[in-house]
């Protein structure tokens, strides 16, 4: 009989290293309540956060930083919060979507149906996305604490952990190719 999907407690937990970055015109680190959960979720996890960073709405400085970020061999993922609604200033899809080799639709669905149960049909505010720049997975998601917190416990604390069965990102990492079944 076929097991149901879930962490395997008896496979070996390989760390990824994370990036985070949010992308607002007001949030500091004392008030950014959306990328200090992210960090501290992916280090409980037992993943090791690498950067962190705050930017403006701007393309230049969303890019700017996740190039570098993606360039960065020692970066495994990178996690943003901000920037993917429908304000003017709104513009974390424009900013990122173009460095993708690969975009990974089944994230938005996911997380759609998630923040659905949480926000109900507001969900569809959200351009949250995903995709994967070079060997970088890149993941982004809106602003909100809330959305943020959807996302770890619904998404990221499964896909990101080499036991999830029955697959997980990281076995898609090169370091890790081989090594998670």
């Known amino acids: 009989m076929k097991k149901p999907p879930g962490i395997d407690e008896a496979l070996r937990f390989y760390p990824l290293n994370i990036a985070v970055l949010t992308v607002s015109d007001t949030r500091t680190v004392e008030t950014d ?5 992210l960090a501290e ?3 409980t996890a037992g993943h090791e956060l690498v ?5 403006k709405d701007e393309v230049a400085a969303i890019r700017e930083t996740v190039s570098r970020w993606i360039a960065d061999p020692g970066i495994d993922v990178v996690l943003t919060t901000g920037g993917t609604g429908f304000s003017p200033r709104d513009v974390t899809p424009e900013a990122i979507k173009p460095l993708f080799a690969r975009e990974m639709d089944g994230f938005s ?6 923040s659905l149960g949480t926000v109900g049909v ?5 351009r949250a996305f995903a995709g994967q720049a ?10 909100s604490t809330g959305a943020c917190r959807d996302a770890w416990e ?5 896909e990101l952990d080499s036991r999830f069965r029955p697959c997980s990102l990281v076995g898609q990492i090169e370091r890790y190719r081989g090594l998670c079944p």
């Open 122 to 126: 507001s969900t569809l505010q959200s």
């Open 41 to 43: 979720r992916a280090a």
């Open 51 to 55: 950067e962190r960073a705050i930017v």
């Open 109 to 114: 669905i996911v997380f759609h149906q998630v």
């Open 154 to 158: 619904h998404v990221f604390a499964f």
């Open 134 to 143: 070079g060997e970088t997975f890149v993941f982004c998601v809106p602003g």
């Open 33 to 37: 309540t959306s990328g200090a959960l």
